[in-house]
């Protein structure tokens, strides 16, 4: 069974702190996903990662930063956090290529306040 | 840019009907297609993908994808209140990424 494990479920950071996000996949995935879900926008791609240290911007990359070190790890980094961040963060991981389903975390409810 | 359009709902059918789910696409050069079901609280997980045209059927879901009309859907047959849920089309859409739609809630009473 594939496992997406997150660092934590709810996270209440103040404006302007610096914040992390942890994934981690135990199925050897290459592609990994970093999205962020709020209602009536669905699921928006903020990075995604193909391989160790590759990473790509999504649609909505401003305001993050990501760090993929170890082919199961891929960090989200809010460098300075605003209320405007405020929402559920899932992290996902897929095979190589096109055409395979994502696996996703159990996410992660920012609040900025 | 890539899209994928679904009435938001909420779809509201009686238990042991059939519920419909629609989804349209814009990019015609997409070849791969999933359903995710997202529970309240939870996180999305797939039930159904298929990348040909016509039906493809798994258990009480059939998904129907006609690429000519760049349209997918998926049909629940007799309903539960287990499936009330929100349901995600997603898209394959180019460079390992995948366009998800804003998905459709649908309730199954009782």
């Known amino acids: 069974d594939v496992k997406v494990t997150q660092s934590s479920r709810y996270l209440v950071k103040r404006t302007g702190e610096k914040v992390f996000l942890e994934c981690v996949q135990d199925?050897?995935?290459?592609?990994m996903f970093w999205y962020r879900q709020d209602p009536g926008l669905g699921l928006r791609l903020i990075y995604f990662?193909?391989?160790?240290?590759?990473?790509e911007k999504g649609d909505i990359p401003e305001g993050y930063s990501v760090s993929r070190e170890k082919k199961e790890r891929f960090s989200l980094i809010l460098e300075s956090a605003s209320t405007n961040q405020t929402s559920m963060y899932l992290c996902?991981?897929?095979?190589?290529?096109?055409?395979?389903?994502?696996?996703f975390g159990p996410g992660t409810r920012l609040t900025v306040t | 840019q890539k899209e994928v359009e679904q009435n938001s709902g909420p779809l509201s059918v009686p238990e042991g009907a059939i519920a419909s789910l629609n989804c349209t696409y814009s990019?015609?050069?997409?070849?791969?297609f999933f359903w995710y079901r997202q529970y309240s609280g939870k996180s999305p997980e797939l039930i159904m993908f298929?990348?040909?045209?016509g039906d493809k059927e798994d258990g009480r879901f059939t998904a129907q994808l006609n690429k000519a009309s760049q349209y997918v859907s998926l049909l629940i047959r007799d309903s539960q209140p287990s499936d009330s849920a929100t349901y995600l089309c997603?898209?394959?859409?180019?460079?390992?990424?995948?366009?998800f739609g804003a998905g459709t809630r649908l309730f199954v009473k009782a």
């Open positions: 990662s193909y391989d160790v240290k590759m990473k």
């Open positions: 298929i990348y040909s045209n």
């Open positions: 997603a898209v394959e859409g180019g460079g390992f990424k995948t366009i």
């Open positions: 199925m050897d995935h290459e592609n």
């Open positions: 990019d015609r050069g997409s070849q791969s």
């Open positions: 996902a991981s897929s095979l190589q290529g096109t055409g395979y389903e994502q696996y």
